[in-house]
C-alpha cells in the first residue's frame, strides 16, 4: 500500500503522488514516513525532503511549513518547495558567501537573523542539489 503524498505551498500544489516512503526535515530532525505511520502533526525546519518512489530517489528542498502524517496519507504545507533539478546551484553558492560575508562583519538584530536565515537556505539548496548529483541523475 503506497503513501498518498501531497506537498503544497502557498503558491502552488507542487506534486501529488503515490509513494513508498517519505523523509522529512521535521523541526527536531528528520523522520522517515513508512505506510501505516502513526497520526503525527509537526512543524518543518528548513531542509531536504527525501521521496522514494519504485527504488528510485526524488528530493526537494523545503523551507518551512507543517506536516499532517496519517496511515495512508502526508500532506506537507510549507512555505517553499523546490525539486532539486530547478536549484542553480552557482546562484546558491553566491548567496552563501554573501550571507557568510555579511555575517563576518558583525550584523545585529534583524540583519543578523536575515543573513543567517539566507546562510541556511543556501545550504539546503547545495544540499539538496549536491545529493541529486551523486544519485547521478
Ligand atoms: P538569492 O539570494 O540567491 O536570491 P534567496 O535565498 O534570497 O536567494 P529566496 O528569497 O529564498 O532566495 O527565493 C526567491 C526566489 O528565488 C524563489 O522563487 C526561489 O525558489 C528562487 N531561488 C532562490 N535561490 C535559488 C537557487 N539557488 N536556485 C533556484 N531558484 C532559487
Redesign the pocket.
Known amino acids: 500500500m503506497p503513501i498518498k503524498l501531497e506537498i503544497v505551498t502557498p503558491e502552488r500544489a507542487v506534486l501529488t503522488d503515490d509513494v513508498d516512503m517519505v523523509i522529512a526535515p521535521a523541526s527536531e530532525g528528520y523522520v522517515g514516513i513508512l505506510p501505516h505511520h502513526a497520526p503525527l502533526l509537526t512543524t518543518l525546519g528548513p531542509g531536504e525532503l527525501r521521496i522514494k518512489k519504485g527504488g528510485v530517489e526524488t528530493s526537494l528542498a523545503v523551507?518551512g511549513g507543517f506536516m499532517d502524517v496519517r496511515p495512508d496519507r502526508v500532506v506537507i504545507l510549507t512555505e517553499?518547495a523546490?525539486h532539486a533539478e530547478?536549484?542553480?546551484?552557482?546562484?546558491?553558492e553566491?548567496?552563501r558567501a554573501?550571507?557568510r560575508e555579511a555575517l563576518q562583519a558583525g550584523p545585529v538584530g534583524l540583519e543578523e537573523a536575515r543573513a543567517r536565515?539566507?546562510l541556511e537556505?543556501?545550504m539546503v539548496?547545495l544540499r539538496v542539489?549536491e545529493r541529486r548529483r551523486r544519485r547521478g541523475v
Not at 530547478?86 to 546558491?92: L, M, N, Y
Open positions: 523551507f517553499a523546490e530547478d536549484i542553480d546551484e552557482s546562484r546558491a553566491a548567496a554573501r550571507a536565515a539566507s537556505r543556501a539548496r542539489s
